[in-house]
């Protein structure tokens, strides 16, 4: 098999390769990289597995987030407007115990980087309005995208087909839910989950029924 990395060899080496690949700066006391643009962040975090140990096994996964430094100052529920999760097909961790599979893994993250992460920036670096629009007609489910974010861009208007479209994917509990919620129900997960449906309920953009 040939020689296998330490944990923390393996790691470095793959993100200092891949932040050369696409530009962003790598900041290591995180573990991410990391583009910002106006007040959005673009943030790629990468994860390392529980099981790792040096020169036996090294594995890693990485996560993407776009965030909103005018929402709060930190990446957290408050603040996150998109998300993208980057997994093997094959397994649940991408395996860079030693140098050929490193580099395949490098070769993948690099292109998958560069078709969402790099892209998504490169659109709202170009054109914030075309990029938001883009983002809620192509890409709403893809990444997971918050409303508000698209609403403050394009005004809440822009928001009400895909919020019709959203609310009757819901099953008859979820639906009751809301309905509750609407009717004074408080409940914590409710409270303290920064939604698409509670934003759609908080703000009138359509009517449920």
């Not at 987030?65 to 005018?70: E, F, P, T, Y």
């Not at 993208?84 to 097909?89: D, G, K, N, R």
């Not at 292109?111 to 629009?133: G, H, I, P, S, W």
């Not at 819901?170 to 934003?199: C, F, H, P, T």
Request: proline content about 0%.
């Amino acid at each position: 098999m040939g020689y296998i990395f330490a944990v923390d060899e393996a790691i470095e080496k793959l993100i200092t390769s891949l932040s050369e690949a696409i530009g962003w700066k790598y900041l290591k006391s995180q573990r991410c990289l990391k583009k910002t643009v106006g007040d959005l962040v673009f943030e790629i975090d990468f994860y390392s597995s529980k099981w790792n140990s040096s020169h036996e096994r090294v594995e890693i996964n990485a996560g993407f987030s776009m965030w909103n430094k005018s929402y709060d100052k930190k990446l957290n529920v408050n603040s996150v407007t998109a998300t993208l999760m980057y997994t093997p097909e094959d397994s649940g961790w991408f395996d860079i115990s030693i140098e050929d599979k490193l580099k395949k893994v490098f070769v993948e993250l690099k292109e998958r980087f560069e078709n969402t992460a790099v892209y998504l920036a490169d659109m709202f670096e170009q054109d914030r309005t075309e990029a938001a629009k883009k983002l809620l007609d192509e890409h709403f489910y893809e990444y997971n995208v918050h409303f508000d974010l698209i609403a403050d861009i394009l005004g809440k208007d822009a928001i009400k087909n895909k919020a019709q479209e959203l609310y009757d994917r819901l099953s008859a509990e979820e639906k009751q839910q809301a309905v509750d919620y609407i009717n004074g129900a408080k409940n914590k997960s409710w409270m303290l989950n920064r939604s698409n449906l509670r934003y759609i309920i908080d703000n009138g953009i359509i009517t449920l029924g």
